[in-house]
Every structure is written in structure tokens, then in C-alpha cells.
């Protein structure tokens, strides 16, 4: 394979958690162990929620870590820049009308009231499968139209580099699913695909909370004619009661970490729940990246011990 090119992409809505520094430091363990190169994105679609500030504290965080990037980021001045996902909106413009030149796409006005039918077949995580019912003409003249996709007849196969064959039948499984919402703020499915295959990234790393998503942008991958990368998904950690974390929540972040903690303390923590030593000891990032082997990171949930993480 090329050398391998990698993304952290967060979405800077608020400090890192637990489960955002394993993603991010895995992701780069695996990149730089193979002589690859990383680049930062800021996923910052939702622009009300992630003021530059976060993004600024994000890069600060990640850099007190150990992890490093070749390419992105905000501009030096601190800036928001062309890796922030807030400046891209005319590429994702672009790709929206080439799937429209197909004859991919119509538009929808349903109300999130009518598709939450309870008797509707829903997602794993809940979401309703879209019915099709503005695909058949119809839509409300006098409401703002979200722009979708048709998935007909596609069953996608994603052969995980570190979970293994995912298959998924898009029509009974997802659904034709929104590029464009109705307010105008593009997917975060179609802006992945876009910026992913722009940026010529190849090897994405990232929680298994994605792995349903991941279909989907293979999908889109073959209808813009991209090349999909290598995926690698990773189990997520849960609090120790098995609870996912959640920013809002404010589970254990860099915030609280930072005043008990080395940043060797920290990696050395998450190394070892990645499997990649078999006691708690510090370890730098660089370290981690010299010996990282995916066979030795679990596949199922990690639950943080309750003591692993004292803070104050
Ligand atoms: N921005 C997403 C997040 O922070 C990650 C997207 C991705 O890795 O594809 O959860």
C-alpha cells in the first residue's frame, strides 16, 4: 500500500474525554508505526457548538499529549482555516450537485414528528429507516426541503481492518439518508466522504460508534467515484457503570486530567487498556507508535476500572 495517510477529525464541541484520547492516540499510533502521515480536521459542521476556542484547546491538548500532525490544523494566527470543516461548505456544495446531475437525489420535507412512527422499523440506534415517502412526489411546498440520497438494491461489504467484515443491505438497514438538512448545514455523512478523499486520506481510524455509518459513506465513496480508505474501528471505552461517554456529561476530560496526570501517566493508562502492555506503566506517545500492534487491541467495549482514573 502508499504510505499510509491518517486524520484525527474531532468535533471540537468541548474538552476531550476519555474515549476521544483513545481514538485520537490510537489513530496516530497506527499511522506513524507505519511511516505514515497524520492530518487534523476540525469536524466543526455545527458551528454554534464549536467555537474556534475549543478548536484551539483541542490542538493544545493533543499536542501535550505527544501527538503531532504534518498537515491542518487552524491557521498559525489560531484562525479557523481550510481543515475546519466550517470553511468547506462550497466542496460539499460541489459533490451535492454532482449527485444531483445522477439523479441520486430528492428532496424531503418530512418532520422528525412523522418519521418517529413507533410501529416504523428503526436503526440499531434508534433512528427510524426513512419510509421513502417523499420519493413519491408529494412534499409540503411550503417547508424547508432536506436533500437525500437513494440507496436502491446496494448492499455494501467493508472489510474492517480491525473488526472485520461489515456488510449492511441499505434499503432494509438505513434507508435513503439526508446529505443536506433542511436548514441548509450539510451531512456529516456526505462531509467525511468529501474531505477524506480530498485530503487523500487513506487509513481512517476511529470508534466503533461509526461502524453503522461506515456503509454509508462507502456508498457515497463509489457514487463520487472515490477510492474508500482502509477503516479500522475500535472498541469504545465505557465508564466503568458501562455507560457510554458523552462530552455533555462531562465524563472524565483533559480538563480534570490534566491537574493529576502526566501526559506519560495518561498514554501509559490507555496503552494498556489497548492491550499494548500488560501493566499500567507510563509511556510516551512515541513510545506507544514503536510498538503499536493492532492483534493486541480488543475488539469488544472496554470498561475503564473505576480506580484507574482518580481525579482530585
Ligand atoms: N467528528 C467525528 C467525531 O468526533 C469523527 C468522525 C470520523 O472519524 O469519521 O466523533
Known amino acids: 500500500m502508499n504510505q499510509p495517510v491518517g486524520r484525527f477529525a474531532p468535533s471540537p464541541s468541548g474538552r476531550m474525554h476519555l474515549g476521544n484520547l483513545f481514538c485520537s492516540l490510537l489513530a496516530w499510533c497506527s499511522v506513524r508505526s507505519q511511516g505514515g502521515r497524520m492530518i487534523l480536521r476540525h469536524e466543526d459542521l455545527d458551528k454554534p457548538r464549536c ?5 484551539r484547546q483541542l490542538e493544545e491538548d493533543l499536542r501535550w499529549l505527544g501527538l503531532d500532525w504534518d498537515e491542518g490544523g487552524l491557521n498559525p494566527d489560531g484562525s479557523l482555516s481550510a481543515y475546519c470543516q466550517s470553511q468547506r461548505t462550497s466542496l ?19 418532520t422528525r414528528a412523522q418519521l ?8 440499531e440506534d434508534g433512528t427510524p429507516i426513512y419510509p421513502g415517502n417523499c420519493r413519491k412526489g408529494g412534499i409540503a411546498p411550503d417547508r424547508p426541503a432536506a436533500q437525500r ?17 461489515i456488510c449492511q443491505h441499505l434499503p432494509t ?25 480530498l485530503m487523500g486520506v487513506n487509513q481512517v481510524v476511529r470508534g466503533a460508534d461509526l461502524l453503522d455509518s461506515t456503509p454509508r459513506q462507502v456508498f457515497l465513496y463509489h457514487q463520487l467515484g472515490y ?11 465505557l465508564a466503568a457503570d458501562g455507560r457510554r461517554l458523552a462530552k455533555r456529561d462531562k465524563d472524565v476530560n483533559l480538563e ?3 491537574n493529576c496526570y502526566t501526559p506519560e501517566e495518561i498514554v501509559g493508562r490507555l496503552a494498556y487498556l ?38 482530585g
Open 51 to 55: 467555537p474556534v476556542e475549543y478548536a
Open 92 to 110: 460539499y456544495q460541489q459533490a451535492l450537485e454532482e449527485l444531483e446531475r445522477k439523479g441520486l437525489l430528492y428532496p424531503c420535507t418530512c
Open 116 to 123: 418517529q412512527v413507533a410501529s416504523a422499523p428503526h436503526r
Open 149 to 165: 440520497i437513494k440507496v436502491d438494491g446496494q448492499t455494501i461489504r467493508v472489510q474492517d481492518g480491525h473488526m472485520g467484515e
Open 173 to 197: 438497514e438505513c434507508g435513503d439518508f439526508v446529505l443536506r438538512r433542511s436548514d441548509g448545514v450539510f451531512a456529516y455523512q456526505l462531509a467525511v466522504v468529501v474531505d477524506d478523499a
Open 227 to 237: 477510492e474508500p480508505p482502509q477503516f479500522y474501528h475500535l472498541p469504545l471505552l
Open 256 to 258: 480534570q486530567l490534566k
Open 274 to 311: 489497548a492491550g499494548q502492555q500488560s501493566s499500567i506503566q507510563p509511556l510516551r506517545a512515541a513510545e506507544l507508535a514503536q510498538k503499536f500492534d493492532w492483534s493486541k487491541v480488543p475488539q469488544n467495549d472496554i470498561c475503564i476500572p473505576d480506580k484507574m482514573f482518580k481525579i
